[in-house]
């Protein structure tokens, strides 16, 4: 069965501070993706990346970066300079081969000013 | 060019009513995915609707129950309304032509409230 573990419930950072958000996954599968979303207080889910199972290149946009590592079933995100704007709760999301996704039950993120 | 869509914002209903949830897709997409969201928790995928047909479902009771439109919109049903379907309820749309369902864009939700 798939599952996406997302230990830390809830994360205070001060503005300008680095932070990362820990996911943790589990499939059988040899193929699959795992994603970031988004969801701000308004409720709709904004992808942040994607990445599927065979590319373990770590990824930089802009202040957002993503560690993906096979060896140990984790897909980081860290936000470099956090600002009030990324206050947020944060999913990490799998989708299997059948199409399917699984979340985890997400990060809240606080940045104080 | 509109995004997810989803009607109504807000629901309350009571214990035992039915209620209809209604979902228009991202332009171009022809596949819809209903998510219930609890409070505190992540989605978790109810079904997936393509060609007017359940493609996946997820681990819900016969009590859920959705349709898709030929023009590609759906909608979600749910009958005997408990007090634990409280919840938001998000839709997600993509297209399958690609092959890979993995650019799912996601509606701002309906929150259901039962009492």
């Known amino acids: 069965a798939q599952k996406v573990t997302q230990a830390q419930t809830e994360i205070s950072v001060v503005e300008k501070e680095d932070v990362t958000l820990d996911c943790v996954y589990e499939t059988r599968d040899t193929t699959y993706y795992l994603f970031w979303y988004k969801q701000p207080p308004s409720g709709e889910l904004v992808f942040l990346i994607r990445r599927n199972s065979f590319d373990e290149q770590n990824e930089i946009s802009g202040r957002y970066s993503w560690n993906f590592q096979k060896s140990t079933s984790s897909f980081n995100f860290t936000i470099t300079a956090s600002q009030v704007v990324d206050s947020a709760v944060y999913f990490c999301a799998l989708k299997d081969t059948g199409n399917q996704f699984y979340f985890g039950t997400g990060t809240s993120l606080t940045v104080i000013p | 060019d509109a995004g997810v869509t989803q009607s109504p914002t807000h629901l309350i209903k009571t214990r035992g009513q039915q209620v209809t949830l209604r979902c228009s897709p991202k332009?171009?997409?022809?596949?819809v995915s209903w998510y219930q969201q609890a409070l505190g928790q992540g989605p978790q995928f109810i079904f997936q609707y393509y060609e007017e047909e359940e493609r996946q479902r997820g681990n819900f009771p016969d009590r859920f129950s959705g349709h898709q439109f030929p023009n590609y919109s759906s909608e979600l049903n749910v009958n005997a309304l408990l007090l634990g379907d409280s919840a938001l309820y998000l839709c997600?749309?993509?297209?399958?032509?690609?092959?890979?369902?993995?650019?799912?864009?996601f509606g701002p939700g309906t929150r259901l409230t039962v009492t």
């Open positions: 332009s171009g997409h022809d596949t």
């Open positions: 997600a749309s993509s297209f399958r032509g690609t092959g890979a369902l993995y650019e799912q864009y």
